[in-house]
């Protein structure tokens, strides 16, 4: 097979006329987070004031470019919005986020990772700002989902700047350490690591900080729940009993620490079969919002089972970043919206799209 390099992808790009018209795309810097793995060729085109429909004729020309290359088996081309160049503030720690919100399950295996990752982005498509905290020492995943490689930058006094991907800041176990190195570490190292992620980490001003919970309730999700400045908890989980009863522990623990439940997210909550059309619920109907209506917390939506969520999650391109306007997203956005209005009922955070003041500490 062909070896497909940045240089022939960026010259089959520069045939197509960008945004003006006249200029070659590639002179425009509308194009980023370009990815080559194997066959597969991923990349973004930043819109910039046109209309959609012309970014995703861009977007169509950009994929029959990229996909005549020899060698490229699927070109994938998404469309993000454009955002200025931000250098992150001197805050370390989180004395300037407005509100650290916990997404947790209880269990693994419900897709609560990939949940967090596209409820982060849609978070951020609303204007907020918006960062995730990848807390699950033992198995993190954040780099695989948003596509991060390398280190991230060590600052005065050893402080870590957040990596960013799709204008979310990022901090994970997963880009300090080798990606197939076993971290064979008892409880208390394990939570001291969290903790200097939570305070030696310069996040800057934030509107919410996601934290991506790791399965079960033990030492580290009792370090996060009892140490760190929650605001609330948000409980994922796919419909079926099993995975059921362990969110409930999830929701013991967070009860007995004080913190809130802002809602209950029911993931892989149905299948559309691509061929038939046909609707599956291969894990049963309903189960989260059954027990959210138990547990007396607001439901805040259903998040479909789909290989096009699993797809563009294993090539680090999350289904909200490269398809914003698709079925898929969708369903996040309007997790996203249903979120929101719980914190609303709580608290209220920075309105999108207004201009930022600081957030009042969490006491």
């Not at 980023?32 to 209309?51: C, N, P, S």
């Not at 005065?156 to 957040?162: E, G, M, S, T, Y």
């Not at 399965?215 to 605001?231: C, E, Y």
């Not at 490269?322 to 919206?337: H, I, N, R």
Request: aromatic share 4%.
């Amino acid at each position: 097979m062909p070896t497909i390099s940045e240089t022939d992808v960026l010259s089959a790009l520069a045939r197509i006329r960008g945004d003006d018209g006249s200029a070659p795309l590639t002179e425009q810097g509308a194009i980023t987070g370009l990815r080559i793995e194997g066959g597969k060729v991923t990349l973004f085109l930043v819109a910039r004031g046109l209309q959609m429909s012309d970014y995703e004729q861009l977007r169509d020309l950009a994929e029959q470019a990229v996909g005549q290359i020899p060698g490229v088996e699927k070109a994938l081309v998404g469309i993000t919005a454009e955002k200025p160049v931000e250098t992150h503030p001197a805050e370390v720690g989180l004395d300037a986020v407005g509100a650290v919100i916990a997404v947790a399950s209880g269990k693994g295996g419900v897709g609560k990772s990939t949940t967090a990752c596209n409820l982060a982005l849609a978070l951020s498509a609303t204007g907020l700002r918006v960062g995730l905290l990848d807390a699950d020492i033992y198995g993190p995943s954040a780099p695989k989902l948003f596509g991060l490689s390398g280190r991230p930058q060590v600052l005065a006094d050893k402080v870590l700047a957040p990596m960013e991907a799709y204008g979310v800041r990022v901090m994970s176990m997963g880009v300090l350490v080798d990606p197939d190195q076993p971290l064979v570490w008892r409880g208390p190292m394990a939570s001291g690591a969290l903790k200097q992620m939570l305070t030696t980490v310069a996040w800057g001003e934030l509107d919410i900080l996601l934290v991506d919970m790791p399965p079960g309730t033990g030492d580290v999700q009792i370090t996060m729940a009892q140490d760190a400045p929650l605001k609330g908890a948000v409980i994922v989980s796919t419909p079926q009993d099993l995975a059921l009863i362990d969110a409930r522990k999830a929701v013991g623990m967070f009860r007995e620490v004080r913190v809130p439940i802002f809602g209950v997210i029911e993931n892989m909550a149905h299948f559309v079969c691509p061929d038939c059309g046909g609707r599956h619920e291969i894990f049963g109907a309903g189960g989260a919002r059954a027990e959210a209506e138990r547990l007396g917390a607001p439901f805040l939506g259903e998040i479909p089972l789909h290989m096009a969520i699993r797809a563009r999650s294993d090539a680090g391109a999350p289904i909200v970043a490269l398809e914003p306007d698709g079925p898929q997203a969708a369903a996040y956005k309007a997790v996203a919206a249903a979120l929101l209005r719980a914190l609303d009922a709580g608290r209220p955070i920075p309105s999108p799209r207004q201009p930022s003041v600081a957030p009042p500490r969490l006491k």
